[in-house]
């Protein structure tokens, strides 16, 4: 197997506390690898870690093939990057930006300033101060200077913040475009599993500093349970109407008025009929699939689908 990116007990300490430990990643290539933790986990730091701005405390990263060192200056080369909040030269319009970042580069190929600008929507205000630009403006500005030399490796940190729904579609799409066309890798954070969903090969979840799995997304799809949700005000005659008058056992309850029916022997229908001759209201009743945000808060609190 061809690892484009791979870490061997990856740790970083901060004042005594661990807040990477003993990370094992392993990212191919070209694929789209979709980084998913909580607040604090330590993605942004292992990114940091990955792209030489935060040293580790111990463990290997190897990128390309190549042990990474404070002195792998060809390797970089080949990383764009957007970590955190994007930083420009505020008074300089987006095309002067790309300008100097090509200069520091050492990439020569002017051309591709328009190209990457068209790429993600800014070619028709290329000219204008960065400091005009909204939010989502500068994550899409962000987004077209890490790609702006063709790396083999793409490191975006929450790379769809501020952006609209319209902006996250076609940046979506920019991403599949990028691994499938260009033959890109992309290790991308974010806090939109819904979005993840859609465009991961692989994913890896990690909590407090730890990486509890990396699973590839066809394997959670093949995990995906079938089940019904039911919303009702009254959840207790609605559980005694399931176990007594339909023998189901196997339900969840997730709050005082939702429940989780995963017996998929027994119909939408029965259970609706068996609900209404108990006078038991219903607010909403709907045949569901697991997702990866299932997935995830399942694995990030410690239980199995399903459970």
Same mark, same amino acid.
């Given at each position: 197997?061809a690892?484009i990116?791979?870490?061997?007990?990856? /740790?970083?300490?901060?004042?005594?506390?661990?807040v990477?430990?003993?990370?094992s990643?392993?990212?191919?290539k &070209?694929e789209?690898?979709g980084?998913?933790?909580?607040?604090?986990?330590?993605? /942004?730091?292992?990114?940091?870690?990955l792209?030489?701005?935060?040293?580790p405390?111990?463990?290997?990263?190897?990128?390309?093939g190549?042990?990474?060192?404070? /002195?792998?200056?060809e390797v970089?080369g080949?990383? &764009?990057?957007?970590?955190?909040y994007?930083?420009?030269?505020e008074?300089?319009?987006?095309?002067?930006?790309?300008?100097?970042?090509c200069?520091?580069?050492?990439?020569h190929?002017?051309?591709?300033i328009?190209?990457?600008?068209?790429m993600?929507?800014l070619?028709q205000?290329?000219?204008?101060?960065?400091?005009?630009?909204s939010?989502?403006?500068?994550?899409?500005?962000?987004?077209a200077r890490?790609?702006?030399?063709?790396?083999?490796?793409?490191?975006?940190?929450?790379?769809?913040?501020?952006?609209d729904?319209?902006?996250?579609?076609?940046?979506?799409?920019?991403?599949?475009?990028?691994?499938?066309?260009?033959?890109m890798?992309l290790l991308?954070?974010?806090?939109?599993?819904?979005?993840?969903?859609q465009?991961?090969?692989?994913?890896?979840?990690?909590?407090?500093?730890?990486?509890?799995?990396?699973?590839?997304?066809?394997?959670?799809?093949?995990?995906n349970?079938?089940?019904?949700e039911?919303?009702?005000?009254?959840?207790t005659?609605?559980?005694?109407?399931?176990?007594k008058?339909?023998?189901?056992?196997?339900?969840?309850?997730l709050?005082?008025?939702?429940?989780?029916?995963?017996?998929?022997?027994?119909?939408?229908?029965a259970?609706?009929?068996?609900?209404?001759?108990?006078?038991?209201?219903?607010?909403?009743?709907?045949k569901?699939y697991?997702?990866?945000?299932?997935?995830?808060?399942?694995?990030?609190? &410690?239980?199995?689908i399903?459970?």
């Amino acid at each position: 197997m061809a690892y484009i990116v791979q870490t061997n007990g990856l /740790t970083k300490t901060y004042q005594g506390k661990e807040v990477v430990s003993n990370v094992s990643m392993h990212i191919k290539k &070209g694929e789209i690898y979709g980084f998913l933790g909580p607040n604090g986990a330590g993605k /942004t730091t292992i990114m940091k870690m990955l792209t030489s701005l935060v040293k580790p405390t111990s463990g290997e990263i190897s990128i390309l093939g190549n042990k990474l060192t404070h /002195t792998s200056y060809e390797v970089l080369g080949n990383i &764009g990057s957007m970590i955190e909040y994007p930083i420009f030269y505020e008074n300089l319009s987006a095309a002067e930006n790309l300008d100097l970042h090509c200069e520091y580069m050492g990439y020569h190929n002017k051309k591709a300033i328009q190209e990457v600008l068209d790429m993600v929507n800014l070619k028709q205000i290329d000219k204008k101060p960065v400091k005009t630009f909204s939010l989502g403006m500068k994550q899409r500005l962000g987004i077209a200077r890490a790609i702006l030399t063709k790396p083999d490796l793409l490191i975006l940190d929450e790379p769809v913040n501020g952006l609209d729904p319209i902006g996250i579609k076609k940046i979506r799409q920019l991403f599949q475009v990028l691994s499938k066309e260009y033959g890109m890798t992309l290790l991308i954070s974010s806090h939109l599993l819904s979005e993840i969903e859609q465009i991961a090969d692989t994913i890896g979840v990690i909590r407090d500093g730890r990486l509890l799995e990396e699973v590839s997304m066809e394997d959670v799809r093949g995990q995906n349970t079938e089940y019904i949700e039911l919303v009702t005000p009254n959840q207790t005659r609605a559980c005694f109407v399931l176990e007594k008058e339909l023998h189901v056992t196997n339900f969840k309850i997730l709050n005082e008025k939702t429940i989780r029916i995963y017996e998929a022997e027994v119909s939408q229908s029965a259970i609706s009929k068996a609900l209404i001759l108990n006078d038991v209201d219903i607010e909403s009743m709907n045949k569901k699939y697991t997702s990866l945000e299932d997935y995830f808060i399942n694995l990030i609190n &410690g239980n199995s689908i399903g459970a």
